[in-house]
């Protein structure tokens, strides 16, 4: 029966399609009026078709009902984080995130009515102390303890190494011994204004000064943690994060170490604005959306006042029950691997990994990762990328609703400011060039609030 119903639906190739849309047009030029290219230099067709591929894709090893709910919260009291965890755990939330801007701490009283066998814990740790990742590895822990740090991506971001060079390596070298782990801040380049092609060539080149300086030999079951930034492009974020993995498991097989990686996803800071703001909670969905279809293990939300207001209880809640609406309401954890076979994401992986590829073998070709943000490159790269961008968004080609398209000239903002929302200027002697987060909307807003 159903052999003879396909029959009835004879198969259509893509040129026939094609054939067909250009009938449709009327004269109209195909390429012009259907295809665009994007920052990336991919061009995207009004169409996939199976027949473009030689072969159906692999399934890939992301399983989409794994991904957890993070809460993300920054140690200024141990008491209060602590009580804060605990309330968040209650409220659903299945991993917490803690941010430690000093070992002044008690780990103990940090974690004092966490159940650590069924709640992973994150430290982002902003100083660098070996012994102290000695103590946090030793927490007893079946659900698992992840340390987060990163020296190269610490450079990048504030134009210095911690200690120096020579130094920071030997600590760092200590705590991946402890761990067998280390992690790469990506969410950085993105933010600051990278196309899709040079996060992920920088990811990798990043990740490779790490896997240059150790001894892969000695550490074959060493594994890494990508921290990434997902944007509002939604089915290039999905893609996005497939690359990631794909490039990945090229660089681990080649130093014979574990392919799998760990991605801890969160929204881009970069397309949030301060006026209109409940609009920040859209983008923030469909960013958390990206970041499950496209295999993230791990996923903390961004607040939607959280470019302007400290840490409140109402925003952190929001920004919670936004993924436990996606994974209990809208089932998000019921299918592995959901974008699989689709032929735009299939088609758009492939060409982010391919030219992240020809970047990256670039770059490792002019001295590497490190060598170039010495010289400026990596930062004048994301610069030129973050001009185009701001360009388009100046011209009204790239929208933000509510603030370059259908502004709300009622909205006062100058009142509800908790926070500094712009680049903050703090001329310090660095030994690089930083690079810098900025928000698409920040001059617009500037001019609005002095017009309050």
Not at 166 to 193: C, M, P, R, W
Not at 221 to 239: H, L, M, P, Q, S
Not at 359 to 381: S, T, V, Y
């Amino acid at each position: 029966m159903s052999k003879q119903l396909f029959k009835a639906f004879p198969e259509v190739s893509s040129k026939q399609w094609k054939q067909l849309i250009q009938a449709d047009l009327k004269g109209e030029d195909y390429n012009e009026t259907l295809i665009w290219k994007t920052n990336e230099g991919i061009n995207v067709k009004p169409f996939y078709h199976a027949d473009e591929f030689a072969a159906l894709p692999d399934i890939t090893a992301s399983k989409a009902t794994q991904w957890n709910i993070c809460q993300t919260i920054f140690v200024a009291s141990v008491s209060k984080s602590n009580a804060k965890a605990v309330d968040a755990i209650q409220r659903g939330a299945e991993r917490i995130k803690f941010i430690l801007p000093t070992e002044d701490i008690s780990l103990k009283d940090l974690l004092v009515n966490i159940n650590l066998s069924e709640t992973a814990i994150y430290f982002e740790l902003q100083f660098l102390n070996s012994e102290f990742v000695k103590e946090l590895s030793s927490i007893p822990s079946k659900a698992g303890i992840y340390i987060q740090s990163d020296i190269i991506g610490h450079l990048a971001r504030t134009g210095n190494w911690f200690s120096n060079l020579k130094d920071d390596h030997q600590q760092f070298e200590a705590i991946v011994n402890t761990t067998s782990s280390f992690s790469v801040d990506v969410s950085l380049y993105q933010n600051a204004g990278a196309t899709m092609v040079q996060q992920l060539a920088y990811a990798m080149a990043h990740a490779n000064e790490y896997l240059n300086h150790f001894n892969t030999n000695e550490k074959q079951d060493i594994k890494v943690i990508f921290n990434v930034a997902v944007g509002t492009n939604y089915f290039f974020e999905i893609a996005k994060l497939r690359a990631l993995r794909v490039l990945w498991e090229a660089l681990a097989n080649e130093y014979q170490i574990p392919t799998y990686c760990y991605i801890f996803a969160t929204p881009t800071k970069r397309n949030k604005t301060l006026y209109d703001y409940n609009t920040n909670m859209l983008r923030t969905t469909t960013e958390c959306m990206s970041a499950v279809l496209g295999g993230a293990d791990t996923i903390c939300n961004l607040a939607y006042d959280a470019i302007y207001h400290k840490d409140n209880e109402f925003g952190e809640r929001i920004s919670r029950n936004q993924l436990l609406v996606l994974k209990h309401e809208s089932y998000f954890d019921k299918v592995n691997n959901p974008s699989d076979g689709a032929y735009y994401i299939e088609s758009i992986t492939t060409q982010l990994a391919e030219k992240a590829l020809t970047l990256f073998k670039e770059i490792e070709a002019n001295g590497g990762f490190l060598h170039q943000l010495k010289e400026g490159l990596i930062q004048r790269k994301i610069k030129e990328s973050a001009a185009k961008e701001q360009e388009q968004f100046n011209s009204g080609e790239d929208i933000l609703l509510g603030t370059n398209k259908h502004p709300n000239p009622k909205d006062k903002m100058k009142h509800e400011l908790e926070l500094y929302p712009f680049v903050k200027t703090n001329p310090v002697k660095t030994l690089i060039e930083p690079i810098i987060e900025k928000r698409l909307a920040e001059t617009i807003e500037q001019k609005r609030l002095e017009d309050e």
